[in-house]
């Protein structure tokens, strides 16, 4: 593309970006035509399943997430992109993809300017290696070390993570580790399966185990 038309691919691009959040409809609007206009670039693949994943069509999302990984490496120097792709998997029931991604990911988590959203990374990534990898309590417990350093409100839940990673890795000082044990309703109401701006993304079954560890 040269002149015209890749000034207006940038401005479509730009548009969808900054809309993405609020209206990812209006998002994803300004994916298809960037992609009527320059063909279905890995830049408007990353855009366009973005905009899904927030619109609920999770699998989707991470079809066009995965296409524009096997056509350019470089699609994802965006951490915001990277995290969206591992929510993505997960939610697409895709765990060695979501675990993989979330390691990534949290190599680069210092990218990441919106510092609720490291912290909801780095809880993401060790409830993913909890749920998925075999003795993956010490990684996980190395996430929740760093996510401790900005709970903004989620003390509760770095705490309950704590605990279950503690007592998976056979430590018997687990609870006893802990300043305090967080009460159940501080948990608050299980998080729906679906993309959150408001709560990490747990897989399935973890805040249930949450939940039981501390009833104990």
Not at 4 to 14: M, P, V
Not at 128 to 139: S, T
Not at 162 to 183: C, D, F, H, K
Request: glycine share 6%.
């Amino acid at each position: 593309m040269r002149g015209a038309d890749a000034q207006r691919y940038c401005e479509l691009l730009a548009r969808g970006y900054a809309r993405l959040a609020q209206t990812p409809k209006e998002a994803l609007l300004a994916a298809r035509s960037a992609e009527a206009l320059a063909g279905p670039l890995p830049a408007v693949r990353v855009l366009a399943a973005r905009a899904n994943l927030r619109l609920g069509d999770e699998r989707l999302a991470y079809q066009l997430f995965q296409q524009a990984e096997s056509n350019d490496a470089q699609a994802f120097t965006d951490p915001k992109a990277l995290h969206d792709y591992a929510r993505a998997s997960s939610l697409a029931g895709q765990a060695p993809d979501a675990v993989r991604l979330y390691r990534l990911l949290v190599s680069r988590v210092a990218l990441l300017d919106d510092p609720r959203e490291r912290a909801f990374a780095q809880i993401e990534a060790a409830a993913h290696v909890l749920a998925h990898v075999d003795g993956g309590a010490d990684e996980a417990l190395g996430y929740l070390a760093h996510a401790r350093q900005e709970p903004l409100g989620l003390s509760s839940w770095l705490a309950g993570l704590r605990l279950l990673a503690l007592q998976r890795s056979g430590r018997s000082e687990a609870r006893s580790s802990l300043a305090a044990v967080p009460s159940l309703a501080s948990l608050g109401v299980p998080p729906a399966a679906q993309f959150s701006a408001e709560f990490p993304l747990l897989p399935p079954g973890l805040f249930a185990a949450l939940r039981t560890v501390l009833r104990q």
